[in-house]
């Protein structure tokens, strides 16, 4: 059998849309092994009421794409799950479930494909590189997609970094999120996004965490974004005030993180309170960077 943990992810930070993303230290497990025949999936934790347990589960049919592609035929799978990141709240849960999958069923298969391959099969599956790039290899990553090649770089989070997720007490689902966005910007807001982008990148290396109020600015969603989450201009500037260094909608939403290096419970005490002044309840966690992505261990059944 084979053990893994994959943690979750906050995707954009802002201005990088689609193409910057960081892994945090919330994970979930997944544990497969071959069986004589059949399937078999246990569930528990986050989203243990209604994940399919047949062939739809997302953890299974990414298995078989790896088994496909490496030409393994397992005639039978069992497989384990227990979730801890929340599901439709913009922390990566999808991503999770698909890398968890992919790595689990290549250790089974016996490694046959290399982390770029891997990722490969991630994005084609997910469509959109922000969560699992960071699920699969941890830290900051900076991702571009060329016809022919997967291209990133993996940036260490600055010491002393914390990121403080509150998490609202409903879902959010990414296509709904989508189709708030405009098909077409100005280029104003473009060239807008390029410049927040590169100094986001620059500051997170360079550990200057007193740029990212404007680094972490954003003209490209968010602000369409705002209108299906009741209070998060609010929550911006409640946080900010609380000593935020930079906050930002988490990938599609609804939980907002705010980063910062000092009094991040008091911050998360702010960004809760302050969505339920807008009646909404959420609950805020302190998290740290993970700077590893998806780890697999061996075990015995």
């Known amino acids: 059998m084979v053990r893994v943990q994959v943690p979750a992810s906050t995707a954009n930070l802002g201005p990088g849309f689609d193409c910057l993303g960081m892994a945090l230290k919330l994970f979930n497990f997944v544990e497969m092994s071959e069986t004589n025949l059949g399937l078999s999936i246990e569930v528990t934790g986050e989203g243990k009421s209604y994940i399919p347990r047949d062939t739809t589960n997302v ?11 490496v030409g393994h035929n ?29 790595v689990a069923a290549n250790v089974i298969s016996g490694g ?85 982008t590169a100094l986001l990148i620059a500051s997170l290396q360079r550990g200057d965490l007193n740029l990212l109020s404007v680094a972490m600015e954003d003209r490209l969603h968010q602000s369409y974004r705002a209108g299906l989450i009741p209070g998060m201009r609010k929550v911006f500037a409640a946080a900010r005030l609380a000593g935020a260094k930079g906050v930002a909608l988490s990938g599609a939403g609804p939980t907002l993180i705010a980063l910062t290096d000092k009094n991040p419970d008091l911050i998360a005490k702010v960004m809760k309170e302050t969505f339920l002044q807008s009646g909404v309840k959420a609950k805020s966690v302190v998290l740290d960077p993970s700077l590893t992505g998806a780890r697999a261990l061996e075990i015995k059944n």
Not at 59 to 69: L, P, R, S
Not at 83 to 93: C, E, V
Not at 159 to 188: C, H, M, N, W, Y
């Open 112 to 196: 046959t494909l290399n982390p770029v391959q891997l990722l490969r099969i991630a994005i084609q599956i997910e469509g959109h590189p922000d969560n699992v790039t960071p699920a699969l290899f941890g830290g900051i990553t900076v991702y571009a997609h060329t016809d022919e090649e997967v291209k990133y770089l993996k940036i260490d989070p600055p010491s002393g970094l914390k990121a403080i997720v509150s998490i609202p007490d409903f879902t959010l689902s990414t296509k709904d999120a989508r189709e708030a966005l405009p098909k077409q910007i100005s280029l104003e807001d473009a060239v807008f996004n390029i410049g927040r």
């Open 59 to 69: 953890v299974y049919t990414c298995a078989q794409q790896v088994f496909k592609t």
């Open 74 to 102: 397992p005639k039978g799978l069992r497989i384990r799950l227990h979730n801890n990141i929340p599901m439709s709240r913009g922390l990566g849960s999808s991503a999770a479930a698909i890398i968890g999958g992919l």
